[in-house]
């Protein structure tokens, strides 16, 4: 724990919050201010790179031919997966994926598999044997707090941008055929993560923020409004009344981000 | 979550196994039944079997895990091989690691952790057999085990799902349920503060299902809480019926 | 200014047991003016003040309590012994030598090794500091004899009972000598092993009914009987 706050830091952050204001000049419900750019990895089928204030991550893309889970013949096959790379915090340690990276990786994963923004019965090849395999993974670059809202929305700019080989059926063989096409999207799921903070609700907290919230919750809303997933952190609790004014708000944010996604 | 033709709620508006909507599956709880951890319990929900454990609290090993100003909680929620339809690998899954975060986030709320700097607690989950809503199962068990092994706490914490299956809103999931139905919301609360310790949600669900969902899975929670209470009263109590 | 239990019924973590102008005592916590219990336990009130005594607990160390401990360590100026509370505690080479320590010339593991168990008294501790043990008084240090049973440590005063009362008449109708180690560790010593069990039977009744009143009339009948009849019963049973 590199990165201890300091307890006037800390107490700073909770008085401005409980008279509505943040230290950065944010409003509780201020996003800061997000930046997209899709296609920049060239080896990649598909890519994006989120800039939430200094939060910084990266989501590559590759897809591969593989087989269909059993329960899913029809269906292409989807995996997110999420890297803390050491560089983007000293707090981030080398080794294997722990709590945290894969609590990261399977929110992201909720929000696309649940909103099904993907149609996965085009992934499909031959039923039962042959379909397509997306990799999502997520590289987080710097961490200044939210990684998850970052994480989610990069993972959709990466979907949006990510291109499907095309294919033909040869002899029971299936050959891959030169030029592309969009991958078959659906829905853009956007995830909104509330910090709880002096008993009021923020979004996007930033990296010191985050370290003096008692909990968290996360939204992710589709294009209709419906709810999608849902995820607590944090060892602290909500009232039922906060959950459902962060719905509420949820609904109203995710609208605004998905604006600035191209499609 | 695929949507299946097959029926989960039939003509007379009752479940695969029977159960009204709003109807808890059968539950028995049993405290105090390991004789080598502080504290213990085990829960029946359905064909679900689970066992939690509580050892500690005591010194941190290793040391550089504890910490200065309060105790540290650990927890740990696995499935046994045997406990699913087809074997699942003893080293613990992505799931299992998460669900053993958000299990133990649950649980921390309730734990007066400031009063015993550098020390910790285990909790350790077993599932024995799974059969839906295992990690609600685990947290009811998990907080009773933790009152019968002394721990200072706030409040229990009893845990319930609600979701949606065949557009009707329904209460304890059943592993099919889960499986086929559309959507699968676990909540997790504090019954005398009002405090949601767990909140997870996936399949798609418009605000208003959102909030009906939710307040159906508190009342479950209430329900389950009256059973936790007297889980913990008769390990005690039924010494007096027998001198009696 | 309500309270919502009946002196000595069972409360459960998070159960509101009174509201208004009430003190906190052992096992609650307030919120305002309501207080709450923190443990499994049973109510019972002191004027204002409000106490859960708890069923379920463990030892917390305090200056002054004799325990028993399990030495689990042996360092190099002394030994870490276990007394079965979150904390480990220290016992210096120097208590038990009753002289400077020489880390040349003493071998502590001959004094007291892995496994040994002791009487002690908490010379020390604080919340940042593990407990220290002292052994220079009489009656403390290596246990060589007798049995061992561990209880929850908040009924170790219902052992005692009232101005000793209990274990003075499970002294008197054993004929074993019972030191109390109130982290919960109780030692009997007797003539021979079967006094020895019957000790141990009469503290296991005791840590098992201890919140059911007339506890003392009940120990002392089951002691008598088992002393009568208690072999020619097993032996029937069999």
């Known amino acids: 724990m590199s990165s201890v706050i300091t307890r006037v830091k800390q107490k700073q952050i909770a008085q401005a919050i409980a008279k509505g204001k943040r230290l950065d ?21 598909g890519s994006a790179r989120i800039l939430l204030g200094k939060t910084e991550v990266l989501v590559g893309t590759k897809i591969e031919l593989g087989e269909p889970f059993p329960d899913t013949p029809n269906e292409g096959v989807l995996t997110v997966n999420a890297e803390l790379v050491p560089l983007a915090s000293s707090t981030f340690e080398p080794g294997p994926p722990d709590e945290n990276s894969i609590e990261l990786a399977r929110i992201v994963d909720r929000g696309i598999r649940e909103s099904k923004a993907i149609d996965t019965e085009k992934l499909c090849i031959e039923p039962g044997k042959k379909v397509f395999v997306i990799f999502v993974d997520v590289y987080v670059l710097n961490h200044d707090g939210n990684l998850i809202d970052a994480s989610a929305l990069a993972a959709v700019a990466a979907l949006l941008n990510t291109k499907m080989p095309n294919y033909e059926i040869k002899e029971g063989e299936v050959k891959l055929k030169p030029g592309y096409t969009p991958l078959p999207m659906r829905k853009r799921p956007i995830t909104v993560t509330f910090a709880k903070i002096s008993d009021k609700l923020v979004v996007d907290a930033w990296l010191e923020e985050e370290q003096v919230m008692d909990a ?6 589709d294009d209709d ?5 849902i995820q607590k952190g944090g060892s602290g609790y909500f009232t039922v009344q906060e959950i459902l004014d962060a719905a509420k708000m949820a609904r109203e944010k995710s609208e605004e981000i998905r604006k600035k996604l191209k499609w | 979550m695929s949507q299946k033709t097959e029926k989960l709620i039939d003509k007379k508006g009752l479940r695969l196994d029977g159960r009204k909507p709003d109807e808890l599956r ?5 405290v105090g039944i390991l004789s080598n951890a502080e504290g213990s319990a085990y829960i029946e929900q359905g064909k679900n079997k689970i066992l939690a454990a509580v050892f500690g609290p005591k010194e941190m090993h290793p040391k550089h895990l504890a910490l200065p100003d309060r105790m540290v909680i650990r927890c740990r929620y696995h499935m046994a091989p045997f406990s699913v339809q087809e074997r699942k690998s003893p ?54 085990a933790m009152a019968d092994a002394g721990i200072p706490m706030r409040d229990l914490v009893a845990a319930c799902s609600a979701g949606k299956v065949d557009d009707t809103i329904i209460l304890d999931l059943m592993d099919a349920e889960d499986k086929l139905g559309s959507a699968d919301v676990p909540v997790a609360l504090m019954p005398n503060h009002n405090a949601v310790t767990l909140l997870q949600m996936d399949g798609i669900l418009t605000a208003e299902e959102f909030e009906k969902t939710v307040s159906l899975a508190l009342e479950g929670c209430q329900k389950i809480y009256a059973m936790q209470k007297e889980a913990l009263k008769t390990r005690y109590v039924s010494v007096k019926e027998v001198e009696e | 200014m309500p309270t919502f239990f009946e002196r000595r019924q069972i409360v459960t973590p998070g159960d509101l047991i009174a509201e208004g ?16 219990a923190s443990r499994i336990g049973i109510v019972e009130y002191d004027n204002k003040k409000i106490n859960v005594v708890a069923l379920r607990a463990f030892y917390i160390p305090r200056v002054g309590d004799i325990v028993i401990g399990t030495v689990v360590e042996v360092g190099f100026n002394g030994w870490t012994v276990y007394i079965n509370a979150p904390y480990e505690a220290l016992l210096r080479a120097s208590e038990v030598l009753s002289r400077p320590f020489k880390p040349q010339k003493d071998e502590l ?18 919340r940042a500091h593990n407990p220290q043990l002292s052994v220079s008084e009489p009656g403390l240090g290596k246990i060589t004899r007798g049995q061992i049973i561990k209880i929850t440590s908040t009924k170790i005063p219902r052992v005692i009972g009232r101005k000793g009362s209990m274990v003075s008449m499970i002294t008197q109708e054993t004929g074993c000598q019972i030191i109390l180690g109130l982290n919960g560790v109780i030692l009997v010593t007797g ?7 019957l000790a141990l039977m009469a503290i296991r009744k005791i840590e098992e009914e201890s919140h059911i009143s007339g506890l003392t009339d009940r120990v002392t009948q089951m002691l008598k009987e088992e002393k009568k009849g208690g072999k020619i019963k097993n032996e029937s049973k069999n």
């Open chain 2, 91 to 144: 080293s613990p899954s992505r799931r299992e690691i998460e669900l053993s975060k958000v299990i133990r986030e649950s649980l921390e709320p309730t734990v007066f952790m400031e009063y015993y700097p550098r020390t910790g607690i285990d909790v350790f989950i077993e599932v024995l057999q799974a059969d839906g809503s295992t990690r609600c199962a685990s947290i009811t068990a998990a907080s009773v």
């Open chain 3, 21 to 36: 102008d009430y003190i906190t005592g052992e096992n609650t916590y307030a919120e305002g003016n309501r207080i709450y």
């Open chain 1, 225 to 229: 409004g419906n709810i999608c997933a």
């Open chain 1, 216 to 221: 968290r919750l996360s939204m992710a809303i």
């Open chain 3, 109 to 126: 593991s001959q004094f007291l090794n892995v496994g040994d168990l002791v009487v002690a008294k908490i010379s020390a501790y604080d």
């Open chain 2, 26 to 30: 059968p539950i028995k709880m049993e």
């Open chain 1, 25 to 45: 000049g944010r409003d509780l419900a201020d996003y800061r201010e997000i930046k997209i750019e899709q296609g920049i990895i060239e080896r990649a089928e």
């Open chain 3, 191 to 197: 003539k021979n092993p079967e006094d020895e069990e």
